[in-house]
């Protein structure tokens, strides 16, 4: 089944949990939707997990298109979201439209996520005007690092807990489409989901939310040694690529690998008058 707006607004409205996965590229694409993920993110993540930077921060427009396209081209049925990279909709309502667009355009995503709350409101519901669904997200927002002080679990106090619930009520009400809430205290994840008429997507959000999402190379235990405590590693596949790259490594040297069925054959008299 094809998911669309319409889909992920009846799996709330059903209590059917949505699954939501990172893709940056073709392949890793067809294989998240085959395996049945409802939604698909082009995350701006892929600064740190494809681009090897510190931060999300030096993301470009450009990365977002191009590995967005790819995903597109790898995707039937999951629903596909494309990340807004930073400063490409903080600038002006006027930039979020245009940039929101190009990623529609050129990247053929299908929504369009930014982090903020009624802050963006006018930017939300400008984008959504130009008929281009929006994924709001709040709580840790990583391209506000700086101004955060850091990754840490957001709205934990009873003042910061209240401006989380009223910037949910804004983005929805702004006409976002679906809710990412990430590093969220889980009780206060839910309440914003019983709040919301919307989906609510969590990452380090509990299981109140209407839906999860995580970075596949995160679940997959293929990026780096550090891991947060909202991930659950599904699969050691990091550790099978490694052995399998050593075992190709050792089988390339020992003179093991090509065999003689992975390699041409052209008759020995064609071969003689070449001498
Ligand atoms: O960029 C990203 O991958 C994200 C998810 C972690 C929600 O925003």
Redo the contacts with the bound molecule.
């Keep these: 089944m094809k998911h669309t707006v319409v889909t992920i607004q009846k799996a709330k409205e059903q209590g059917e949990k949505l699954a939501?996965l990172?893709a940056y590229d073709y392949s890793m694409a067809k294989l998240i939707d085959e395996a049945g993920i409802d939604m698909v993110?082009?995350?701006?993540?892929?600064?740190m997990?494809m681009l090897g930077y510190e931060d999300?921060l030096s993301v470009t427009m450009e990365d977002m298109i191009h590995h967005t396209a790819a995903v597109s081209r790898g995707i039937k049925n999951a629903f596909l979201v494309a990340?807004m990279p930073f400063l490409s909709y903080q600038t002006s309502v006027y930039d979020a439209v245009c940039n929101a667009g190009r990623l529609i355009k050129e990247g053929r995503a299908e929504a369009v996520?930014l982090?903020g709350g009624s802050a963006f409101a006018e930017h939300i519901r400008a984008i959504t005007n130009a008929s281009i669904p929006v994924v709001a997200?709040l709580g840790l927002t990583?391209q506000s690092f700086h101004s955060l002080g850091g990754f840490k679990v957001q709205g934990k106090s009873e003042q910061a807990a209240k401006k989380l619930i009223e910037d949910a009520k804004a983005v929805e009400e702004a006409g976002a489409v679906a809710l990412?809430l990430?590093c969220v205290p889980a009780k206060l994840a839910e309440l914003v989901t019983k709040k919301l008429h919307i989906p609510t997507?969590g990452?380090g959000a509990g299981a109140g939310c209407d839906g999860q999402?995580?970075?596949y190379q995160d679940m997959l235990a293929m990026f780096g040694d550090f891991k947060p405590k909202f991930v659950k590693r599904f699969g050691e596949v990091g550790a099978v690529m490694k052995e399998a790259f050593q075992t190709y490594s050792q089988e390339v040297k020992a003179g093991v690998f090509p065999a003689a069925e992975h390699t041409f054959q052209i008759d020995d008299d064609v071969i003689e008058k070449l001498y």
Excluded: R
């Excluded at 082009?42 to 600064?47: F, K, N, Q």
């Design positions: 939501m990172t993110l082009v995350g701006d993540s892929l600064g997990v999300t990340d996520k982090e997200h990583p990412v990430e997507i990452i999402v995580l970075v």
